[in-house]
T-cell receptor, first 115, second 117 residues
Framework: AQSVTQLGSHVSVSEGALVLLRCNYS??????LFWYVQYPNQGLQLLLK??????LVKGINGFEAEFKKSETSFHLTKPSAHMSDAAEYFC?????????????FGKGTHLIIQP | GAVVSQHPSWVICKSGTSVKIECRSL??????MFWYRQFPKQSLMLMAT?????????EQGVEKDKFLINHASLTLSTLTVTSAHPEDSSFYIC?????????????FGAGTRLSVL
């Protein structure tokens, strides 16, 4: 069984400030971890993923996340927020069995960028 | 590359009617497609996993007779909401996994907003 907890349904930061979106997961098997972004009335776009190897992963739009097994965390960061980053962000987990597995999503964090 | 098209983007129907939603992988073959449901301001919940040429696997609590899934080819999966009722109103999103792909990368459609009157 797997689960994802995203702390904070809403996060507000000033433009140019650090963005930190928190994600903790629970998984009985080695996980694959993902961050997706959703803009209003659109589908999900993959920001980045962790499968194996380097625990610090870089994604699109300047985002990165670090897999910390000891803390069961996969927090998303961006050094400097931009107005276009305002969106809903979802953390997700799946098994790493090699096949295609459905994703278990967190409840999402709405990122608000203050001018 | 890796574009998933979902149609229609929005549908309104009367209670008791059936609605079909299509999910197509436009530039790749998807052996596995997934259907998710998203309630307002909530997360996506996996409904079912669809493999080409075989019956879909439904998550616990999802009525397979209510939500009919067909995956007839490597590029097309359909979800039919049968005898829709207002409680079926939701945002339905499909995703497709690359055939032979690693890392469980899924590409998502833009979603279908279903409103049942």
């Amino acid at each position: 069984a797997q689960s994802v907890t995203q702390l904070g349904s809403h996060v507000s930061v000033s433009e140019g400030a650090l963005v930190l979106l928190r994600c903790n997961y629970s998984s009985s098997v080695p996980p694959y971890l993902f961050w997706y972004v959703q803009y209003p009335n659109q589908g999900l776009q993959l920001l980045l993923k962790y499968t194996t190897g380097a625990t610090l992963v870089k994604g699109i739009n300047g985002f990165e996340a670090e897999f910390k097994k000891s803390e069961t965390s996969f927090h998303l960061t961006k050094p400097s927020a931009h107005m276009s980053d305002a969106a809903e962000y979802f953390c997700a987990v799946s098994g790493s069995g090699g096949g295609a597995d459905g994703l278990t999503f967190g409840k999402g964090t709405h990122l608000i960028i203050q001018p | 590359g890796a574009v998933v098209s979902q149609h229609p983007s929005w549908v309104i129907c009367k209670s008791g009617t059936s609605v079909k939603i299509e999910c197509r992988s436009l530039d790749f073959q998807a052996t596995t497609m997934f259907w998710y449901r998203q309630f307002p301001k909530q997360s996506l919940m996996l409904m079912a996993t669809s493999n080409e040429g075989s019956k879909a696997t439904y998550e616990q609590g999802v009525e397979k007779d209510k939500f009919l899934i067909n995956h007839a080819s490597l590029t097309l999966s359909t979800l039919t909401v049968t005898s829709a009722h207002p409680e079926d109103s939701s945002f339905y999103i499909c995703s497709a996994g690359l055939a032979g792909g690693r890392g469980n990368i899924q590409y998502f459609g833009a979603g279908t907003r279903l409103s049942v009157l």
